[in-house]
């Protein structure tokens, strides 16, 4: 009787898990391509090469390329701060750290807007080193600016994944070795690194995912297409022009995104069942 | 001395760590720092080590004082509390970090982990990662790696804490030897007064950041300096009033006294050894009998307090409630300013541990 | 050994000058002093011009629909949440890896790619949509669009949150409870729920702080229409940055707005985690 009833119970959740995982997460998926490719092959590869769609996927791939460079660097610095020394004030920049994953993206656009753009207070200063330089770098409205944005959004995707497993791990290890007298670099390549390994490695994948796709914070210091577009704002342009033509077009872009998102998501998985071998071993 | 601590004091916020300590090592040692967890032994450790800053006071190690040496540049081995063994690497590579660090002829490194490696009975292991070792094992890689550089003096913090007490007892006999054999300086961090008393040659016992007493373990044991010493080494029990004991009548009332359980005999009134004695003993009443595995504890009702003393198995039988003669031949009376041995006056000339 | 807070703690290990100086200059060059410049913009207008702007019937709309919009999106998440969850660890199914695999699709997925997609499926040019339509529920272009958006891209947070704690969770524990002849409601309600709170808060704190600052996913689905109350802040911030229009004062006073919301709702959640933890800790 019992057994009976709990089987219904788990079917029935099973169920709904299996409804809401399909009208949720897979169909979006093949909706994507469906419409991609509703209008035959041909339009669809004319809207992958389409000039526009070609520097997009430049300006979207310097973009993650930078901020996944500069936040990795980030994360480990922090992350070794925050788990291998006590000071005051540790969990506030903790908290602070961690800021850019709880604001809106839009907010993080308009804060460099408002620091770097033609009213910011900083915007004399950058002209003067400029001027300095010979250069003519803006901050905003320009590649330098989305690079920002994105960076600025995945901020604290690396240290979010190493602060955890550095705390599990302690640090008796790394005084150990600074006992026998080997280097911060020593210590940090051969005690540290083999630990945050996959960890790392998890982080940076959420990292380019989010970089790759980010759209509100890029769109408020994007506006040249063709020149500081990223896939996304062109798959908005695309979107927002009407025709059926440029939706179809929109779509065919927006499947190359898709592409990567499975990639990421395999490679994510690969790297998780990794992690949990090494773990259980 | 070899290695000496000169009034050192440090504190973590309110708590106090060490209290203007002082203290030294002869050459060639092996000293117990001991006390209850929370004394503070484990920070007077780490500050020989250098892994902390003393807010005040010298370490002194062979006539240097190397307050401002980093802790990798005192010669100092350290076998951490749960050994710290580098996770990622192999038992060789474990022993070998520090000689790669200094940057050693690689045929030498090989030579020297390979006789560490044998010299701790770790042959044909030494491709095993830590995770694959027991706990006894591992104590013996960080014990390997400790020393691995040629350290002048060696540091342990409570060495077999992480160990199964079956095994314990057995790793105390075998560090004592191997680091005889070495030959090295020692000190160890301990809360457990049996293994300070079988591995130390002088014990420093800490207590809430003070030095109380440093001795040899038998000193320690036979002339407790404070009341903490002699209520932390030894079983006892602590009594308020001992005037109304024979042989104690002058002691006044309200002293406090710690009795252990070698300070007390008991005997049936039959027993021809005690012969002589019989002017000396209180009767007891026993109101318990505890098996210990080689000896049996009994705890008598005396004069309205419980004593307790061991038996061996040797004797004749007892049984609870069965009347005993009592001897109570030795106590430490103590107060705030220290603790000092009161003898049975009855027992004037008579030696009872000879008998 | 127990340490307090230590003014002075030199440590052995090597690095944390370096580290701190690098850390501290990194998060003040590329967030703090941004974030900084939004405070310092607003404070350009004078109060009167600050509660004028942020008042206007739009701007409170705005703020109705993007808070509403988001707590039915994480209480929605919240159920389904521990549903795939429970699945997930305690069942086993054909296709159930593929589905654990695939719960962070929204995280991988661009929000504009989510937000056309949801659109073209959920409005009468879809199929779903179509049905939808003609059982009477307009989907796209109205609040239950944006909460669709704010489900799908807030729906990771909560699982990934319950789903460690339902692993370490001793099914003993629910033996034990039926043993004692407890039903299987009462063993969730009074053994497991009470041991993913804490978790599901997390998750749900998580979800509302995406669903509330959203843009990408949510302002194709929903329309924009002021008429129909379903622009959400985010969109309002970004209407007063575009060319033609430039409102930067008005943009700031509603991101410092937005932000003090977003704050005060994880303080609260911290507060409530912090509340339940001495709770069962005492």
Same mark, same amino acid.
């Given at each position: ?84 020394f ?16 709880s ?38 409205? =320009? ?76 769109? @408020? ?15 908005? @342009? ?16 927006? =499947?190359?995104l ?10 994510k998985?690969i ?11 | 001395?070899?290695v ?12 106090e ?7 030294g ?106 995770n ?19 350290p002048?003096l060696?540091?342990?913090d409570?060495p ?38 079988e ?50 009548e ?21 027993n ?58 030795r ?25 | ?5 230590v ?19 990194? #998060?003040?060059?590329?967030?703090l ?20 702007l942020?008042t206007?019937?739009?701007?409170v ?9 988001? #707590? ?31 719960i962070? #699709? ?9 937000g ?11 199929? #779903? ?47 034990a ?88 709702m ?17």
């Amino acid at each position: 009787m019992k057994k009976k009833s709990e089987n219904v119970v788990k079917w029935i959740l099973i169920g709904i898990s299996v409804v809401f995982f399909l009208l949720m997460l897979v169909w979006p998926l093949f909706e994507v391509i469906f419409r991609a490719v509703a209008d035959g092959w041909e339009t669809y590869s004319a809207a992958l090469t389409a000039d526009n769609t070609v520097s997009a996927l430049q300006v979207t791939l310097i973009a993650t390329v930078i901020a996944l460079v500069v936040n990795t660097f980030f994360g480990v610095v922090a992350a070794w701060l925050v788990t291998k020394f006590d000071f005051r004030g540790k969990n506030v920049l903790s908290t602070l750290i961690d800021i850019p994953f709880s604001i809106s993206p839009v907010i993080a656009g308009l804060a460099y807007i408002m620091t770097f753009g033609r009213s910011g207070w900083a915007t004399p200063l950058i002209d003067k080193i400029n001027e300095l330089l010979g250069t003519d770098i803006s901050l905003v409205f =320009s590649v330098p600016g989305v690079v920002l944005a994105t960076i600025f959004v995945t901020f604290p995707f690396i240290s979010r994944e190493i602060i955890p497993i550095l705390h599990a791990q302690g640090k008796d290890e790394e005084e150990a070795a600074s006992m026998m007298g080997a280097s911060g670099f020593t210590i940090f390549r051969k005690i540290t690194f083999p630990h945050i390994k996959w960890g790392l490695l998890y982080g940076m994948i959420l990292c380019t995912a989010r970089a790759f796709g980010e759209f509100g914070a890029v769109y @408020a210091v994007s506006k040249a297409r063709g020149k500081t577009f990223t896939l996304p704002l062109e798959i908005d @342009a695309l979107y927002m022009a009407g025709s059926s033509d440029s939706i179809t077009q929109a779509f065919a872009v927006s =499947s190359l995104l898709v592409g990567m998102a499975v990639i990421v998501l395999v490679f994510k998985n690969i790297v998780e069942y990794k992690a949990k071998k090494k773990e259980e071993e | 001395m070899y290695v000496e601590l000169k009034n050192i004091t440090k504190k973590f916020g309110d708590y106090e760590a060490a209290k203007n300590i002082s203290f030294g090592i002869e050459q060639g040692r092996m000293a117990a720092l001991l006390g209850p967890s929370g004394s503070g032994k484990t920070t007077i450790l780490r500050m020989l080590a250098g892994l902390e800053t003393q807010d005040s006071g010298d370490v002194i190690i062979e006539g240097k004082v190397v307050n401002d040496i980093p802790a990798s540049e005192r010669g100092i081995g350290f076998v951490f509390q749960n050994y710290a063994l580098f996770r990622y690497m192999t038992v060789y590579d474990n022993i070998a970090f520090g000689l790669k660090v200094q940057k050693e002829d690689k045929n030498k490194i090989r030579e020297r982990v390979m006789e560490l490696i044998s010299l701790v009975g770790l042959d044909g292991l030494e491709k095993r990662y830590p995770n694959q070792l027991s706990g006894g094992q591992r104590q013996r890689v960080a014990f390997a790696r400790a020393i691995a550089p040629n350290p002048q003096l060696l540091l342990l913090d409570e060495p077999f804490a992480a160990i199964d007490a079956k095994v314990r007892k057995e790793l105390r006999t075998w560090l004592k030897e191997t680091i005889q054999k070495v030959g090295i300086t020692s000190i160890f961090v301990t809360h457990d007064q049996d293994e300070a008393v079988e591995v130390a040659d002088d014990i420093i016992i800490i207590n809430q950041g003070n030095l109380e007493q440093i001795g040899s373990p038998v000193e320690i044991y036979k002339r407790p300096k404070t009341p903490f010493v002699a209520q932390f080494i030894g079983t006892s029990i602590v009594l308020d009033d001992l005037s109304g004991f024979k042989g104690f009548e002058e002691m006044e009332p309200g002293q406090k006294v710690i009795v252990r359980p070698e300070f007390v005999e008991a005997f049936k009134a039959d027993n021809e050894k005690f012969k002589g004695l019989m002017h000396a003993v209180e009767e007891g009443v026993i109101e318990k009998i505890e098996f210990r595995g080689s000896y049996l504890e009994l705890t008598l009702k005396v004069n309205g307090v419980s004593l307790t003393t061991n038996r061996s198995l040797e004797r004749r039988s007892v049984a609870v409630g069965e009347k005993m003669c009592v001897l109570l031949y030795r106590v430490y009376a103590f107060d705030q300013s220290g603790a000092e041995t009161h003898k049975n006056k009855l027992l004037k000339g008579i030696d009872v541990e000879k008998l | 050994m127990k340490k307090g807070s230590v003014t002075k703690t030199k440590s052995i290990i090597p690095g944390f000058g370096m580290t701190m100086g690098i850390t501290v200059a990194m #998060l003040s060059l590329l967030v703090l002093i941004p974030l900084a410049s939004v405070l310092a913009y607003s404070f350009r207008l004078s109060w009167q011009e600050f509660t004028e702007l942020i008042t206007r019937p739009n701007v409170v709309q705005a703020f109705v629909t993007s808070i509403f919009c988001a #707590l039915a999106a994480a209480v929605i998440n919240c159920v389904f949440g521990v549903i795939l969850a429970w699945v997930l660890v305690r069942y086993d199914f054909p296709g159930k890896r593929l589905m654990d695999g695939m719960i962070e #699709l929204p995280f991988a997925l661009p929000t504009a790619v989510a937000g056309i997609t949801l659109t073209k499926m959920y409005s009468n040019t879809g199929f #779903l949509g179509r049905a939808l339509e003609r059982a009477g529920i307009g989907a796209a272009y109205s609040k239950t669009g944006i909460i669709i958006a704010m489900v799908f891209i807030g729906i990771p947070f909560v699982v990934r949150a319950i789903q460690p704690v339902l692993e370490k969770l001793p099914e003993s524990l629910e033996e034990a409870s039926t043993m004692l002849g407890a039903s299987r409601l009462k063993t969730f309600r009074s053994i497991i729920f009470p041991e993913i709170r804490p978790a599901l808060l997390t998750g749900f704190g998580l979800a509302l702080a995406r669903g509330i600052g959203e843009y990408g996913s949510v302002i194709y689905i929903s329309g924009n229409s002021e008429k129909n109350g379903t622009q959400v802040v985010s969109y309002v911030i970004m209407q007063k940055l575009n060319a033609g229009n430039v409102d930067y004062e008005g943009a700031a006073a509603i991101a410092l707005v937005l932000l003090i919301i977003s704050f005060l709702m994880l303080f609260a959640i911290n507060i409530i985690q912090h509340v339940a933890s001495r709770r069962t800790n005492a």
